[in-house]
Each structure stands twice: as C-alpha cells, then as structure tokens.
C-alpha cells in the first residue's frame, strides 16, 4: 500500500527521536512545497516533487492526497487523558458559574465521586462505547495516539472494568491507545470514614489491584492525584512504588492546587511526567529539569474551571523542561477531546510559539509514551501518522482558531479522516 500526499504548501515537523526541551521545542524545520510518499504504513520519502521522481519514478498506480493549499505536520499525540467513564456532570458548570469553586462541588459529593458512581453503575460494554466515541472525536482532531486513563473505578473490579473498556475500545479503533492505571485518582467514599479506611484503600491498591492489572497487562503506566485534600506524599510514592515494582512507569497529577513537592517526587521515582504544574515550585522545576522528568501542561483545566493561574509554561522551559501539552480529557474539569484548542491555549495563555506547542503536540509527547523512535515526525523510517491541515503554513493554524483545522488524517499510512 502507497499513499503519496503532494502539492504540500508546507510540512511542518519537529525533528528526532528525543525529547525537545529549551529553545530545541521551537527548532521546527518547515519546507515550502514537497512531498511525502508513505509504504506500508511507514514515511518512505519527505522531499520535493523532482526528488522522489529522481528515486522512485511516476508512481503511476499509486494512491494520493492533494495537498494544495495545506501543511502536513505529524499526528497529534494526547499523552494525558481519562477517556473511559460514564455519565455527565454539566450541571457542576452550571454550579461554576453560578459562583462555586471546583473544590467546593467536590466537597458536596459531586466532582470526582459523582463520576465514581456513574462509572461503577455502567457495564464494561457501555464503557467500552464511550470511549470508542471519544477516540472518534479525536481523531477528527488530529490525534492518532492518545494515552487513557482509570481512576473512576476505585476498586478492584471497578478498576479492572474500566482498564478493560479501554482496551475494548480501542481494539477496534485507528487511534492507538496506551493505558494508564489510576486507582489513586481520590478516596471513595466507602473509605472516608477513617484514617484506617484510608490506608486500606492504599494498601488494597498496592497489594490487589496494580498486581491484577499488571497480571493482565492493562496498564503501562501508573498514576496518583498527588495534591492537599487528595493523597499525600507519602501515600504518592507507596502507591507509584508498587506500580514501578509491578513494570509500570509512573506519572504524576503534581502541584495542581498547591506546590505538595510533587513535582520533586516525580523526579526521584524517575517518572515519565509530572503533569499540570500550575503551583511548581523553582526547587520542583530544577529537579524535573535535572532527572528528565516532562512537564506536561493542561491548560483546558484552567479555561474549563474558569481560572485566572495557568501553569508557568515559559518558566518551565528556561528551566530546561521538555514540555508536552494534553487535552486531560475528563468529565469535570477538562471536557474537550481536541488538540487544536489546546494548542490555541498553549499560545493564547501560556504564551508558547506556534512551533513550541507542534513540538508539544508530537514529538515530546510521543516520548513521554516511550514512542520517541517511531511517531512524533516527519521523518523518513517513521510511522506514517500526519494529519494535513486546512492552512497554507504552519503559523496559521494558530492564527485561525475555533475551527476543526484537520482536514484529512493518514494513520499507518492510509487516510482515515478527508479525502
Ligand atoms: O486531571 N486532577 C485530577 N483529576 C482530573 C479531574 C477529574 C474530574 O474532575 O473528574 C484532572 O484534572
Ligand atoms: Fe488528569
């Protein structure tokens, strides 16, 4: 199978296998014109027109993609999102902007608990429906990988279901999906009656449900809701401990509220990312910076909360971090599927160029996944994941904002979205 996407006005792509941190974010190589020829699933050529000819001829059977007018960038990569739970919470945005703070509702029963209850009620199938859905709704917005994650399950069986419903889902799906476990996303109710309770539902997530889900291979990587109110330090590191001991690579949601250390916890259990940071320390960001740990930022949180703080993106770049920028896609605080939109608030709020936030997008994302040596560029030998978009150069898709900018998505290869 071919596919030869010509006439390109752009490509647009970070460049390599590593994370891009520094000025690199912004080292994006954009060509005028070109073209990119696809062979089974993979990027065969990235050239101009007289090239390829030179190296594979007129391909005359060959499948194409008319680029005229458009630039071609990498697929879009969400490495931070909740996509299997039920149920819906707009009445909490009613809530919001009557005046009630995300916390607040939370402390009533809604928030995280509410989902808790309508994710446990639902059967895997159903699950299994709305994530299929939300990939949909993705991909239309450019996304080809997206890692997913429980944590609306907070019990053995819970958990397992929704880990299930993931894989479920995704089987039949273009969009790859990597799993996420977790169970430490809050204390279910039937565990706040005490300080005993508490540490049984730490205990039972240790020594039950990481070593069943590592038993069925449901999740790459572990994660904890590491923030005052929620779990603890030291709670943080028992529960990303079992995690590592069971092959899991740990994440953490860090100092989203207020600096806990979180974000110099990720750094000495080596995870993978520490992602919101909207209250990161200096001393959080020098130790991110020094162990490689990513800063992944999530800025619909703070639009979908209506809040004034957003993370200190450019901050964390001088400090040396390699940023990524995720949708977070999750009933209460972030409900949106699209990376376009992440992006416009990547430059609109956190102050980011336009190559910084593709690089955000792809590249650096793809490597917080541990997928840096096969999507996240245009490159020759690389999977054949693009997303072309209905702009004439790659500063225009910031500049026209609102709209679905994809206008067609090749993954491995073949045109999943457009035509
Ligand atoms: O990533 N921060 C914690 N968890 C989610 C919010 C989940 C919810 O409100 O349902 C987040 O923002
Ligand atoms: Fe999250």
């Given at each position: 199978m071919e596919l030869l996407i010509h006439h390109l006005a752009e490509i647009a792509t970070p460049l390599g296998t590593t994370p891009r941190r520094g000025s690199e974010l912004r080292e994006v190589r954009r060509t005028q014109g070109g073209e990119v020829l696809c062979r089974d699933g993979r990027i065969l050529f990235v050239g101009t027109a007289e090239e390829r000819r030179h190296r594979f001829g007129e391909l005359p059977g060959v499948t194409r993609l008319d680029g005229t007018g458009k630039t071609l960038v990498p697929g879009f990569v969400d490495c931070h999102t909740h996509l299997p739970w039920a149920g819906s919470r707009e009445h909490e945005l009613a809530a919001r902007l009557a005046g009630k703070s995300y916390q607040e509702i939370a402390a009533a029963g809604g928030g995280i608990l509410s989902t808790v209850a309508a994710t446990r009620a639902a059967s895997e199938e159903e699950l299994a429906s709305n994530v299929a859905a939300r990939l949909g709704r993705m991909l239309a917005h450019g996304t080809t990988t997206a890692e997913a994650k429980s944590g609306y399950g907070l019990s053995l069986e819970a958990e397992l279901k929704q880990l299930r419903a993931l894989r479920r889902g995704a089987a039949d799906h273009v969009v790859d999906v990597i799993s996420t476990l977790m169970a430490a996303h809050e204390i279910p109710a039937e565990r706040r009656g005490s300080n005993a309770e508490r540490e049984r539902f730490i205990d039972e997530i240790c020594h039950q449900i990481t070593p069943a889900v590592a038993a069925e291979e449901l999740a790459t990587f572990c994660d904890v809701f590491c923030e005052e109110g929620v779990f603890t330090l030291e709670e943080s590191r028992r529960v990303l401990q079992a995690g590592l001991d069971h092959g899991m690579v740990a994440r953490l949601h860090a100092d989203?509220?207020?600096?806990?250390?979180a974000a110099s916890l990720a750094a000495e259990l080596g995870a993978a990312s520490a992602d919101h940071l909207v209250a990161v320390s200096e001393a959080g960001i020098e130790a991110m910076a020094a162990a490689d740990v990513m800063g992944v930022m999530l800025p619909g949180v703070s639009f979908f909360l209506r809040k004034d703080g957003y993370a200190p993106a450019r901050r964390l770049i001088e400090g040396g971090v390699a940023l990524a920028l995720a949708t977070?896609?999750?009933?209460?605080s972030s409900h949106t599927e699209s990376l376009p939109f992440i992006v416009w608030l990547g430059v609109f709020?956190?102050?980011?160029t336009v190559e910084e936030c593709l690089t955000a997008i792809t590249l650096n994302p793809a490597c917080c996944l541990g997928l840096g040596e096969e999507i996240g560029t245009v490159e020759e030998g690389k999977r054949a994941d693009l997303v072309l978009l209905d702009a004439p150069n790659l500063f225009n898709f910031a500049y026209h904002f609102g709209v679905n900018p994809v206008a067609a998505v090749v993954k491995d290869g073949e045109v999943v979205v457009g035509s």
């Open positions: 989203e509220f207020v600096d806990s250390g977070d896609c999750n009933p209460g709020k956190l102050g980011l």
